[in-house]
């Protein structure tokens, strides 16, 4: 700690004594806690002003910023402040900045007196409405977008919001019941009912909604001070952006998913998203994975044990749906989801380690048009063991198949990296370095403005043959380093998505103990860490990755198209720029004919039947994201049902991803992904594109 640091932190502890003087050994833990929440606060916006990438946030903007997205997690669906809260909070919007610099916790204080207070009335509001009699055939509606209603302006109209929020979850678990009690027909369909099956299940439906709405309101009335203090300096981190965190201390288990996200249970990364639980990526080999429902982007709504009571997790601390999700191997857990479309819908997943070979590179060789044969690798993320335990990392194991494939003898590539959320960089720039005879790869700036250019100096080739490569929205970070390396480059197609997600950023973990150092302060500790955005990405082209992601060379109908999904749709992202390319020297064109080939594709893909369900479902889903009201009439619901079961019907695995879970063992891994391939369209359209870069003939 330099000379400078250390006076400037004495000087703040000796302040913070005089405005707190029992801060000294015996203090209370309320007085702890808030002497902690001051020095804490100051160390993090010192580090988060010194260290972060963007040194060009106002304080105004920083403020402003913090404020938004404080109150966005304080109350995310608005079910519980009046808008008389929001105005009289509304006082410290410009003032986070320097409330921080004086050691001031004014605006986490006043915001949990507030929201405690309405925490109380909400649940002698609810006890009163889970007593009303329940019309199901009543024609109302609810809107189920936070962002298109307004805080209620008193109490009769948040008793009118919680009546028909209430009476939604009633008709939803009365529909969820009767598919688990009574089941259903060979088509999917809901087995009918006589009268008083369905009052038995709609009044088992109310008991259960009362017992989970309950737990819920519970769970909420016993968060600490010390969780509302963590929540505002995480905001406080999130306005530099989006990438930037602040990280409480627990257990080093709760840190270790907090920072990395990781669920043994289900294999899966979370993130706490202002209050709900969002899914960031779905691990290959994972419980979830494998089920194939679960998928970036879906956000986590409620939790059960089997067909036990679903516990909502809305406003949930990440640790705490982390305990709820996670379980003993061979156990059932059910997820209720809101997917990116605003469908809804319950998953099951059995809980299980992640099976490593599945989260390795893997490959085959296919029939490709014109009989002859094409490679196909898969690499589900750029894995490097640091610690020793193994050997495997992505670069060796990618070498390794692609001259497997080669002694087969393939005339084309196509190269997966579809939902590949990035991992070690040194293995983007390797196995970058197996397509390309050596070079700059990628381009990373600090937030002093100096760069530095990450090489390939091995001139050696493991495959120079024509390459296809699949992308898609969730090919993210190094994923798109590789893509867009292979892009400039001119060494091949890039064929997906409209774009990429679009992570151009770098994050380091700083552990904030490390800048306690004086006498008397051991008490705070342990501070927790930040998570700090402290570089970017930029292409050998100079452009960044950052927010426009890597656009494709052809781009293939997604169902995901025109879903605001990606980096330039998160709060607070860093925008895109560029700087000066770096020196390097074009493979070739890989195709002198791209007009074409985008023109033969588009015409195929127009011809195509899957392509048509796929174009048809994105449609569908585009209308279902802007129809945000919801019936609350049984019969309009069940009907709901029953279109959403038609157009899952339709659908192919998420995104067209092959699996290679293993047929009851009666068939290699190998046989069953090649079973899947051919179920791929977009696998089976970087076939056809192959083919047609091998036949067109060159321009002159």
């Known amino acids: 700690m330099s000379l400078l640091t250390k006076n400037v932190v004495r000087s703040f ?20 806690n808030t002497n902690r929440a001051r020095l804490l606060g100051h ?74 207070e309405r925490i109380k009335q909400v649940k002698t509001i609810t006890e009163a409405i889970l007593d009303d009699p329940l019309d199901t055939d009543a024609a109302e509606e609810i809107e189920t977008d936070p962002d298109k209603y307004k805080f209620s302006v008193n109490l009769t109209e948040l008793r009118e919001h919680w009546r028909k929020n209430i009476k939604f979850q009633i008709l939803s678990r009365y529909i969820g019941l009767r598919e688990m009690d009574i089941g259903l027909d060979d088509e999917g369909e809901l ?103 679960l998928e970036a982007d879906d956000v986590i709504l409620k939790v059960a044990e089997g067909t036990a009571e679903p516990i909502e997790i809305t406003n949930t601390r990440l640790r705490d749906a982390v305990s709820l999700i996670r379980g003993k191997k061979g156990t059932e857990v059910r997820l209720t989801l809101r997917k990116p479309d605003g469908r809804r819908l319950v998953i099951p997943i059995i809980r299980d380690v992640v099976e490593i070979e599945e989260s390795f590179v893997l490959s085959t060789a296919i029939d490709g048009v014109n009989g002859n044969r094409i490679g196909y690798v898969k690499i589900p993320s750029f894995y490097r063991d640091h610690s020793g335990k193994t050997e495997r990392n992505s670069t060796d194991d990618t070498r390794t198949e692609l001259m497997r494939l080669q002694q087969q003898g393939i005339s084309g590539l196509v190269l997966d990296l579809r939902n590949n959320g990035g991992g070690s960089l040194t293995d983007a720039v390797s196995v970058t370095g197996l397509f390309i005879d050596g070079g700059p790869v990628v381009q990373v700036r600090d937030s002093s403005g100096s760069i530095r250019s990450l090489r390939d100096d091995d001139k050696d080739m493991t495959y120079d043959g ?27 197609l890039i064929v997906g998505d409209d774009h990429t997600h679009g992570k151009g950023t770098v994050q380091a973990v700083l552990d904030l103990d490390r800048f306690i150092r004086l006498r008397g302060m051991s008490q705070y500790m342990p501070l927790g860490a930040a998570k700090v955005t402290i570089q970017k990405f930029y292409r050998i082209t100079g452009d960044s990755t950052q927010e426009r992601g890597i656009i494709p060379d052809i781009i293939l109908p997604s169902r995901l198209d025109g879903l ?72 309009d619901m069940l009907k709901e049902r029953r279109q959403l079961q038609e157009e899952q019907k339709n659908l192919n695995t998420p995104h067209g991803m092959p699996s290679v879970e293993v047929d009851n063992g009666n068939k290699s891994r190998e046989e069953v992904l090649i079973e899947s391939l051919k179920d791929d369209p977009y696998v089976q359209e970087g076939k056809k594109i192959l083919a047609d870069l091998l036949s067109l003939p060159a321009a002159a």
């Open 13 to 32: 502890f000796i302040a913070l004594i005089f405005v707190l003087p029992s801060a000294s050994i015996g203090i209370a833990d309320d007085s702890l």
């Open 43 to 116: 160390i993090l916006h010192q580090q988060l002003g010194s260290q972060h990438y963007n040194q060009n946030l106002s304080d105004i903007r920083l403020s402003q910023t913090a404020y938004d997205l404080y109150l966005k997690q304080l109350d995310p669906q608005k079910r519980f402040l009046l808008q008389e809260d929001i105005d009289q909070l509304q006082v410290h919007r410009n003032q986070i900045d320097s409330a921080i610099r004086r050691g001031r916790l004014d605006l986490p204080l006043a915001g949990r007196e507030i929201l405690l």
């Open 191 to 293: 087995l009918p009912v006589d009268q008083q099956t369905h009052a038995e299940l709609l009044n088992k439906a109310r008991e259960n909604v009362v017992k989970s709405h309950n737990i819920f309101l519970e769970r909420m009335l016993a968060e600490t001070e010390q969780d509302h203090y963590d929540r505002y300096l995480d905001a406080i981190a999130r306005a530099y952006d989006p990438h930037t965190n602040y990280l409480p201390p627990t257990s080093k288990e709760d840190f270790d998913i907090q920072m990395s996200g990781s669920l043994e249970g289900i294999g899966a990364t979370l993130r706490d998203d202002d209050g709900f639980i969002r899914v960031v990526r779905v691990i290959p080999g994972g419980a979830a994975a494998r089920q194939g429902q």
């Open 466 to 492: 024509p390459l296809i490569v699949l992308v898609n929205r969730f090919s993210a970070s190094a994923s798109e380093i590789l893509a867009g390396a292979l892009q400039d480059y001119g060494r091949a």
């Open 564 to 635: 605001e999904s990606g980096e330039k749709y998160m709060d607070n992202a860093l925008v895109w720029d560029r700087i000066a390319p770096a020196i390097y020297t074009p493979w070739k064109a890989p195709s002198d004919n791209l007009k074409q080939l985008q023109q033969r594709s588009h015409e195929r893909t127009n011809n195509s039947d899957e392509f048509n369900n796929i174009r048809q479902a994105a449609q569908r889903a585009a209308e279902r994201r802007k129809l945000t009201t919801q019936s609350l009439r049984l019969d």
